[in-house]
């Protein structure tokens, strides 16, 4: 049991001092019932805050799936763009989430945060190898032989040791379909350059066993799991 004004602020609603203020001055509503009284406690299982009309389920910890529109950095300091950070409402932003890696200015899709330090640490660790899916279109059209470099291995720049596709697939002409388990700087786009291929759009639709849902619109956000991304274990 937590008293109200502890739950607001472990939601990110303010400092201590400013969720007490929301709770004595009737801006809060309990599972659908005004609460005033910034001392009572409660259950925060299936617990819903109301705060100005829009719904605060309680999550320990959040973590939440963004579809990420071109034009954003994934960056906390971001330097030429908006940060993806904008495109959260505060309550999240307060509670510190933050992009689990990042996905570069101009790519697209699925991007997960989270305020959970155990779970961003075990999502981006090398040695866990998260899968992540990327549909790239690129300059050229795809050819059987640039699918068996993806998949045999390419090697980059920085590093002599060859990074190699999980899966690579064809889906048209320019379009393909990529599985990575790593995650290096620009890996897809210096991949497919080593191919003598370019590059030309990345959209991200899966991190771990989560993928993007077709409804959720570019620029919007939604809560999820940890299930979700680590396919049933918790
Ligand atoms: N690979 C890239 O090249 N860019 C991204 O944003 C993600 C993976």
């Not at 064809?170 to 388990?181: A, F, G, I, N």
Request: proline residues 6%.
């Amino acid at each position: 049991m937590e008293a109200l004004a502890d739950i607001l602020f472990s939601q990110g609603f303010g400092t201590r001092y400013e969720c007490k203020s929301l709770v004595e001055s009737g801006q809060i509503l309990v599972n659908n019932q005004l609460i005033d009284d910034p001392y009572v406690l409660f259950d925060t299982s299936d617990l819903v805050l109301t705060y100005r009309n829009e719904n605060w389920p309680y999550y320990e910890k959040a973590v939440i799936a963004l579809n990420k529109p071109q034009g954003y950095e994934c960056s906390l300091k971001p330097s030429a763009h908006p940060s993806v950070m904008t495109l959260l409402p505060t309550p999240l932003r307060v509670r510190g989430v933050q992009p689990v890696g990042r996905l570069d200015v101009d790519t697209t899709g699925l991007l997960i945060l989270t305020d959970d330090g155990h779970l961003l640490h075990r999502w981006i660790h090398p040695k866990r190898h998260v899968p992540k899916t990327y549909v790239a279109t690129c300059r050229y059209s795809v050819s059987e032989d640039m699918l068996d470099m993806l998949m045999t291995g390419v090697v980059l720049a920085d590093d002599p040791r060859p990074v190699k596709a999980q899966q690579a697939k064809k889906l048209s002409d320019y379009r393909l379909s990529l599985v990575l388990t790593q995650g290096k700087y620009h890996q897809v786009k210096r991949m497919i350059a080593a191919c003598h291929n370019r590059c030309e759009s990345l959209h991200r639709t899966s991190f771990g066993a989560y993928t993007l849902p077709n409804e959720l619109q570019p620029g919007h956000w939604m809560w999820i799991r940890p299930e979700d991304v680590n396919g049933g274990a918790v």
